[in-house]
């Protein structure tokens, strides 16, 4: 079993920052690719971020610029490092990760909580 446990969600002026983290423990193998999604409320789930095994990474075009995603393999934790922070930038930020429990396994898809993220104008 597996857990994704999300930190550094809060509220922050415009203009402000944060940084997320997320710590995979369980029976773990390897991790492949981490992400960072938001849903805002009536909005679906968007990728903000992902970052690959090997540490190449991708951005959603609203926040390139102003977000970086990086991670720590011997940690098992994925950051997100949110600067410059808009109102529109308000969601719940949630992480998943490609995770394999044995050698030759196939990978499974797993989320985090979530944590919440309030911008304020």
């Known amino acids: 079993q597996v857990q994704l446990v999300e930190s550094g969600g809060g509220l922050v002026q415009a203009g402000g920052s944060l940084r997320l983290s997320c710590a995979a423990s369980?029976?773990?193998?390897?991790?492949?690719?981490m992400g960072w999604y938001r849903q805002a409320p009536g909005k679906q789930r968007e990728l903000v971020a992902a970052i690959t095994s090997g540490s190449s990474t991708n951005y959603a075009d609203s926040v390139k610029g102003r977000f970086t995603i990086s991670r720590d393999n011997a940690k098992n934790t994925v950051y997100l490092q949110m600067n410059s922070l808009k109102p529109e930038d308000t969601a719940v930020y949630y992480c998943?990760?490609?995770?394999?429990?044995?050698?030759?396994?196939?990978?499974?898809?797993?989320w985090g909580q979530g944590t919440q993220v309030t911008v304020s104008s």
């Open positions: 369980g029976n773990i193998f390897s991790i492949g690719g």
């Open positions: 998943n990760a490609g995770i394999q429990f044995m050698p030759l396994q196939p990978s499974g898809d797993y």
